[in-house]
């Protein structure tokens, strides 16, 4: 009966199922961190090719052959620009959200991507790597504002009770961009030297799918209210992406908490950095994004190709290898979700990077060892694997609920943002040396990683609290406690974990 589905609420089971919201969520994902995630695989697999065209593109020009060290750099530049144009566009996210909202946002990036992809498809007829630079500049300039963006319109579009796991869905399309990345990076496929140009721009048309979907989508009912103080939008909006129902309750708690909030501007990233009352957590986030940024994660992702090659691994298995990377990843970031609300955050962050700071311990040894059997290559392979399963399914599966739990509502855009810098400035960084640290130190670099995964685990273990089930003010005093020396692992803090 009608009157039955009016009465209906975001904790109904059928919720989602009679709305939108599943659809908004996959166009949201395969736009938004599915993008990010196969330009960071699809790079690992043409790399070759793409280095045998810079030698033809410089030699065409200048009629000789370019040192192996220019090679490097130059590809070192086409890997870590992208992540340049993701800095400015997470540093752009305060500014662009303040001023157009989070749908537009979003179909502005959407024309950002389709424009980079075309300009990477030409690129290889125009004999110009110059024109990859600029392909990949735009396309992480779109995915740094548009990611970012994507999390804070999910999280102002979910119901409370789910926020914390469909906050992973951006996780698990992130693992999916990336296992996608690898399908299509095989020989049988795209991964070919005359198809590396079709492959990179193969994302561009997933891109087009969310321009055109994202238009019959409302805009986030939180920005509707609490920005617009428009009620009649933003129950409108509920019951278009959650299906028939008043909301009520929901619209009532948005109303309290706006009015608890009446006055209190959305805080510029500088205000958030300056307000001595949530240092510790900024402290707190800084250090374990640094640690999963600079745990070897991205780097193995993005030059998979070259590592597994160096481990001595057969050149025609290694796109299948990387493929298993992929299924791992993706498996882990599903257990991730599914778990994430029971376990806690403390125990997946602990135990991932325990177990990450093992894997490369051995990965080093193996790499090291004099005369090898051949099965060593793959036992290595398969340390990688449970390293990337530890990486996806514990310290990046929780971060961002780690973040969304840890900052009031005004706090979020600018913890988004300082998120996004650090995050595309250390990718930048790491796209651009790796090259030069893999060739210098060799095997020895992930020993380099290893101590980051041991400082995040330290730092877990010590001085992070639990934060599942705790109002920001909660997670706010617990960092406090910790801040001047308290024994967080005390009897009853310990059993708080635990549950």
């Known amino acids: 009966p009608l009157h039955c589905e009016q009465k209906l609420q975001l904790g109904d089971p059928q919720i989602g199922t009679r709305g939108k919201a599943l659809m908004f969520i996959l166009i949201l994902g395969i736009g938004g961190s599915f993008q990010t995630g196969f330009h960071n695989t699809a790079m690992s697999s043409p790399s070759p090719y793409i280095k045998n065209f810079i030698n033809s593109s410089w030699y065409e020009r200048y009629e000789e052959y370019p040192p192996s060290a220019t090679v490097n750099l130059i590809f070192g530049v086409i890997i870590s620009t992208y992540a340049v144009g993701?800095?400015?566009?997470?540093?752009?996210?305060?500014f662009a959200t303040g001023k157009f909202g989070r749908k537009k946002i979003l179909i502005g990036t959407c024309l950002f991507s389709v424009v980079g992809g075309v300009i990477m498809l030409?690129?290889?007829?125009?004999?110009?790597?110059?024109?990859i630079v600029a392909a990949r500049s735009m396309n992480g300039f779109g995915a740094g504002l548009g990611g970012s963006v994507q999390q804070i319109y999910l999280m102002e579009s979910s119901p409370k009770q789910l926020r914390s796991t469909l906050m992973l869905s951006n996780v698990f399309f992130l693992s999916l961009g990336k296992l996608s990345g690898q399908v299509l990076g095989l020989s049988v496929l795209l991964g070919r030297e005359h198809l590396w140009n079709i492959l990179l721009f193969?994302?561009?048309?997933?891109?087009v799918v969310q321009l055109l979907a994202l238009p019959f989508f409302p805009e986030a009912p939180r920005y509707l209210l609490m920005d617009g103080g428009d009620i009649v939008a933003c129950r409108k909006a509920l019951q278009r992406l959650w299906g028939p129902g008043e909301y009520q309750v929901e619209i009532d708690e948005m109303l309290a908490e706006r009015a608890a909030s009446k006055g209190v501007q959305v805080k510029s990233l500088l205000e958030f950095l300056q307000d001595s009352g949530i240092r510790s957590q900024i402290i707190a986030i800084a250090i374990l994004s640094a640690c999963i940024q600079l745990s070897g994660m991205s780097a193995i992702s993005t030059f998979s190709f070259d590592i597994l090659n160096k481990a001595a691994v057969p050149v025609d298995q290694i796109r299948y290898i990387t493929l298993g990377f992929g299924v791992s990843e993706v498996l882990a970031t599903i257990t991730s979700t599914l778990?994430?609300?029971r376990s806690g955050r403390k125990p997946l962050l602990l135990g991932g990077f325990s177990i990450m700071f093992t894997m490369l311990l051995l990965i080093t040894i193996m790499l090291n060892l004099k005369n090898?059997?051949?099965w060593v290559a793959y036992c290595t392979a398969a340390l990688f694997m449970i390293f990337i399963m530890c990486v996806s399914g514990g310290p990046s599966g929780v971060n961002m609920a780690l973040i969304n739990d840890s900052f009031e509502q005004s706090h979020h855009p600018a913890a988004m943002t300082l998120n996004g810098l650090q995050k595309w400035g250390q990718f930048a960084v790491l796209g651009l040396v790796f090259p030069f640290?893999?060739?210098?130190?060799?095997?020895?670099?992930?020993?380099?990683f290893a101590c980051f995964c041991l400082l995040g685990a330290l730092y877990s273990f010590f001085l992070v609290?639990?934060?599942k089930g705790k109002s920001p003010k909660e997670v706010s005093q617990?960092?406090?406690?910790?801040?001047?020396?308290g024994k967080f692992f005390g009897r009853n803090q310990f059993m708080e974990t635990r549950l």
Do not use: D, W
């Open 478 to 485: 617990q960092f406090k406690r910790l801040a001047v020396g």
């Open 372 to 374: 090898p059997a051949p």
């Open 202 to 207: 193969a994302p561009a048309c997933l891109v």
């Open 465 to 467: 609290p639990e934060t």
């Open 86 to 94: 993701g800095l400015f566009g997470a540093a752009s996210v305060k």
């Open 339 to 341: 778990i994430v609300e």
């Open 122 to 131: 030409t690129s290889k007829n125009a004999n110009s790597f110059e024109m």
């Open 437 to 448: 640290i893999n060739e210098g130190l060799g095997s020895y670099c992930f020993l380099l």
